[in-house]
């Protein structure tokens, strides 16, 4: 069967006909043999797809302690995914979409597992004192334990009075009418609240997937209507024509804009400046795949620079302040810019050495007359408004996502897109993200998340054992989850670790939490990672594999300065809290 289906995947991606990819896979499965494309099946193919239905089965029949039933399901949906994330033998669209329907069926309440009423029974007053009656005869002398909110809750003693044919009477203390029973404690539908199937469904609705939509429609309007020349000619023309300074100058620039506004929406007006200039390379150049991971690597890394560049920075701030901590804007970025000036270096010395280009230089077109149609204007004030938006989305308390709405409506209702415009918003991307939601939402809702958190003891390895293993599990992660979620899974447990004997003293607790902060930030070797390189791979120039490499390597590097300046500079810096 995983022979079978892998011959179909193949067919699929040679884009043949129903009835070509029947006879193809019905043929070959006929002969007993492992024919497909070229005559032989895709070995990597194969292997992805048996490991990926392996580690599935794993955390079911492996004994994990405290991990319940629906989040070891969750754990078996989050490893197979990731396997097929990362092998890629079927499209990273169909798993996502695998991801969201696997969810459905077997973690929601309206699948095939927990659709059945739970296993308990609600208690009434009795005739006298103390006493209760429920209509099932499934009470016996004993425990039974109470139900809160669908999980399983404290164990409570109970006498049996009278079993009757259709009642049982017994007697309780510390019962209400609202008290929902379980007389059998190792039930695993007892132990999970189960999720609305809406909830998954929910992801491709997501308000991040708003904004994206609003980013690939600003710039498919952009190629429409030449923006994206101008806005080349704006931002390289500084950088001259040298392969090494152009990507140098897309790094710096988007970096720059990252720091003050949504890193998604960055990424979505930087890919629009680098289309012209992919366009003119030859399909065979490797300063394509430099030019394309530039925007969002420099997106990921330049968020980090400010309070607000992006969201886990802000849950790490509210988290201090609610214990009593507060860094100033101005002191996150005495913190936070060196390390990302120094990243970003880094960063920019590894894609110009793994991708190097073909030509000395290149020769870009900066020159080029401003469209001054009527339609281009109002495209360029939409994208200026949007654009301020975003920026001072403190000021004015328009979320990033309803401005994106916003843009949206207005792209729309002014035809400056039209319907052959949205047909053309690359969908398979949209569902990609959708699927990393819908994974992080089962993950963090099953307990899976918190299990994965607790289940590592931070109090034997000491301080900096401790801000080394926060690091590493927040990069972790973030690799798989939203930056958010894992920054709000982490930040709790970090600040906890004040009051271990651990962690002494604010500064040494900011510290810490700068720490979860940067971790939370640096996951970015997968397309579900963060939106930036979900928007990256919209531009089809590079694949899973180029991405998982600089991805790595980033974070990785990135984690090693981070320790190295929370035992040097952070301290120093944070001394005063």
Known sequence: MIWFICCWSDAVHEQCSIDERMVAAMQALAKRRYFCRRGKVNLKKTVGLVLAVLVFFIPLVVPIPGLQFAARLTMGIFMSAAVLWMLEPIPIYSTSMLVIFLEIMLISGQGLLFNRP??????????????????????????????????LGKAVPVEVL??????????????????????????????????????????????????????????????????????????????????????????????????????????????????????QLKGDDPLRKAVALAIPVGANIGGIATPIG?????????????????????????????????????????????????????????????????KAVMLYVLFGVVAVLWMTEQQHGLSSNIVAMLAIVALTVTGVVNKEDIRAVPWDVLWLFSGGIALGEAVSQTGLAAWFVNSINFETVGYMGVV????????????????????????????????SGVVNGASAIAVLMVMVA???????????????????????????????????????????????????????????L
């Open 118 to 151: 739970m296993a308990g029974v609600s208690a009434v007053p009795g005739t006298v004192e103390g006493t209760w009656v429920v209509d099932a005869a499934s009470i016996s002398d004993g425990t039974v334990y109470t139900l809160e909110e669908g999980r």
């Open 162 to 279: 009278e079993i009757g044919t259709e009642r049982v009477t017994f007697k309780a203390e510390g019962l209400s009418e609202a008290t929902l029973l379980a007389s059998d404690a190792t039930d695993w539908r007892v132990q999970y609240k189960p999720l609305p199937y809406k909830n998954f469904f929910n992801a491709l609705s997501n308000p991040v997937v708003i904004l994206f939509l609003a980013g690939f429609l600003l710039a498919g309007a952009s190629v429409k209507f030449d923006l994206d020349k101008t806005l080349t000619r704006f931002f390289l023309r500084p950088f001259g024509t040298r392969p090494a300074m152009i990507v140098l100058g897309l790094l710096l620039a988007t970096a720059t804009l990252s720091a003050f506004m949504s890193n998604t929406a960055t990424t979505a007006m930087m890919v629009t400046v680098i289309m012209p200039i992919i366009s």
């Open 310 to 374: 992006t969201p886990p920075n802000a849950v790490v701030l509210a988290a201090l302040q609610g214990s009593g901590i507060s860094i100033p804007f101005g002191t996150w970025m005495v913190l936070a810019l060196p390390f990302a000036l120094f990243l970003l270096f880094a960063a920019w010395l590894l894609l110009i050495k793994l991708f190097p280009a073909q030509e000395a230089n290149v020769t870009l077109v900066l020159k080029g007359k401003v469209n001054k149609s009527g």
């Open 468 to 499: 080394i293993l926060i690091g590493l599990v927040g990069l972790a992660m973030a690799n798989f989850l939203s930056h958010t979620v894992t920054a709000t899974l982490l930040a709790p447990l970090a600040i906890s670790l004040q009051y």
């Open 518 to 576: 940067i971790g939370s930030n640096m996951g970015m070797s997968l397309p579900i990672s963060t939106p930036p390189n979900a928007i990256a791979m919209g531009t089809g120039t590079f694949e899973t594999k180029d991405l998982a490499k600089v991805g790595v390597t980033i974070g990785l590097l990135g984690f090693v300065i981070a320790v190295v300046l929370a035992k040097t500079m952070w301290p120093m810096v944070l001394q005063s």
